[in-house]
T-cell receptor
Framework: DTGVSQDPRHKITKRGQNVTFRCDPI?????LYWYRQTLGQGPEFLTY????????KSRLLSDRFSAERPKGSFSTLEIQRTEQGDSAMYLC?????????????FGPGTRLTVL | GIQVEQSPPDLILQEGANSTLRCNFS?????LQWFHQNPWGQLINLFY???GTKQNGRLSATTVATDRYSLLYISSSQTTDSGVYFC????????????FGPGTSLSVIP
């Protein structure tokens, strides 16, 4: 168990540019989640995959955001035409759901700064 | 939607002191977790505790699901306990959407 990994750990970009983040979950975990955390707040749910299917999306996930999980393994989160308000920590988590048990393990996050 | 409240919002402790952090939630939940976010931003699972009491070293947690609250106890605090403690719940109507509370920011001073 190597834990959840995310890449890059930090990203600085100019407003209007596109960025893509990657998350590698714990290998046997079938569920993967993306969250966004701004300074002084708790993480906010963005979207969730079970295997390769994206089953739930938050209203926070505007049409500039897209997430994929091809083959049910790693996931990518892309933000197009970044805005300064997108600056935040983007967290990925994974879990192995068993019945109602959903215990999530988090990656270290990708900190995005939009100039 | 479900509301998750945590208290106190901020806490300063002298090293060695004990503390209790509280999480209240407004609806029935399927599960509840406590996390510690260290100064580098890493979220660490402390407890998965939808009900009952669990202990892990100097930390223990109790969830009373019927009264919709959970408590995290920290005994003999150490400077490494500093950080933000989050309560996170999954509603009974959704197995997958985790709702975080606003957190309690803890500073343990030597």
């Amino acid at each position: 168990d190597t834990g959840v990994s995310q890449d890059p750990r930090h990203k600085i970009t100019k407003r209007g540019q596109n960025v893509t983040f990657r998350c590698d979950p714990i290998s046997e975990h079938n569920r993967l989640y993306w969250y966004r955390q701004t300074l002084g707040q708790g993480p906010e749910f963005l979207t969730y995959f079970q295997n390769e299917a994206q089953l739930e999306k938050s209203r926070l996930l505007s049409d500039r955001f897209s997430a994929e999980r091809p083959k049910g393994s790693f996931s990518t989160l892309e933000i197009q035409r970044t805005e300064q308000g997108d600056s935040a920590m983007y967290l990925c988590a994974s879990s192995l759901a068993s019945g109602s048990v959903v215990r999530q393990f988090f990656g270290p996050g990708t900190r995005l700064t939009v100039l | 939607g479900i509301q998750v409240e945590q208290s106190p919002p901020d806490l300063i402790l002298q090293e060695g002191a004990n503390s209790t952090l509280r999480c209240n939630f407004s609806d029935s939940v399927n599960n509840l977790q406590w996390f510690h976010q260290n100064p580098w931003g890493q979220l660490i699972n402390l407890f998965y505790i939808p009900s009952g009491t669990k202990q892990n070293g100097r930390l223990s947690a109790t969830t009373v699901a019927t009264d919709r609250y959970s408590l995290l106890y920290i005994s003999s605090s150490q400077t490494t306990d500093s950080g933000v403690y989050f309560c996170a719940v999954v509603m009974k109507t959704s197995y997958d959407k985790v709702i975080f509370g606003p957190g309690t920011s803890l500073s343990v001073i030597p």
